[in-house]
Each structure stands twice: as C-alpha cells, then as structure tokens.
C-alpha cells in the first residue's frame, strides 16, 4: 500500500510547549471541530402537542357571560 505522509493538525509556531499545554489544546481544539461541523442534525420542532404550556390553565375573565364561555372550547 502506498502510504503518504500527513500533515500534523497543531503545529506549534512560537514557544515550547509541554506535554500537557498540548494536551489541552488538542482537547480544545478536537471539541471546537467536532462540536462545529461534527455531521449533527438540528433538533426538530417540538410539536404543539408535547408543549408543556397547553398543560397549563387560561387565566379566567370575569365579566358577564363568563359563566357560558367557560364551558366553550377555545
């Protein structure tokens, strides 16, 4: 098999790091890659069904007639 050389990912340009500066920022830059593009899908829309609010109560309307549009739907 004809193997080619790679490319290193991080090429360090000014200093000398140690081993755990560049463990660091291997992590960093591995999470920032994998979180950008990593071949997620965007989260679907929450159906109007499973919305926690259609739990919660109408706040009530006094006033006359309020006693009949209690029972109508909505």
């Known amino acids: 098999m004809d193997e080619q050389p790679r490319r ?36 679907r829309p929450r159906s109007a069904w499973a919305d926690p609010a259609r739990r919660l109560r109408q706040p009530l309307r006094p006033g006359p007639g309020a006693w009949r549009a209690s029972a109508l739907p909505r």
């Not at 360090?12 to 890659?33: F, K």
């Open 8 to 43: 290193p990912l991080l090429r360090v340009v000014r200093g000398t790091p140690d081993d755990v500066e560049l463990a660091a920022l291997t992590a960093v830059v591995a999470g920032l890659a994998s979180s950008v593009g990593g071949g997620e899908t965007a989260p």
